[in-house]
């Protein structure tokens, strides 16, 4: 398994930007990464999904404003959130998983390594 560690969450008002940031520690070349997220209240959801061979998916509702990326040099996994509003805030979370290679999947029971989270709040 490997370590994740995110970062870059924090208050911006709609229509704000924000990037956040998992390192990663540990081989995962052959992994699918995620990003999830959690409000209060709310069961965890995926927002994005990023193959080992590049193929990317997400959630609808933040088509056109969110990015998956991943620096393989820096080993860190990148969410970029743009045009955000207040449904979007959650605990944001980033998984990984070693065993659909080629492909990922939007759905938490993929995923087996998950980082703590870190806090994403919009207001209005």
């Known amino acids: 398994q490997v370590q994740l560690v995110e970062s870059g969450g924090g208050s911006v008002q709609a229509g704000g930007s924000l990037r956040l940031s998992c390192a990663v520690i540990g081989d995962t070349y052959r992994y699918s990464m995620g990003w999830f997220r959690q409000g209060s209240g709310k069961e965890r959801e995926a927002v994005a999904c990023l193959s080992n061979n590049g193929g990317t998916a997400y959630v609808d509702s933040v088509k056109g404003r969110f990015t998956i990326s991943k620096d393989n040099n820096k080993n860190t996994l990148y969410l970029q959130m743009n045009s955000l509003k207040p449904e979007d805030s959650a605990m944001y979370y980033c998984?990984?998983?070693?065993?659909?290679?080629?492909?990922?999947?939007?759905?938490?029971?993929?995923?087996?390594?998950w980082g703590q989270g870190t806090q994403v709040t919009v207001s209005s």
């Open positions: 998984a990984a998983s070693p065993r659909w290679y080629g492909s990922c999947h939007l759905a938490t029971g993929a995923y087996q390594s």
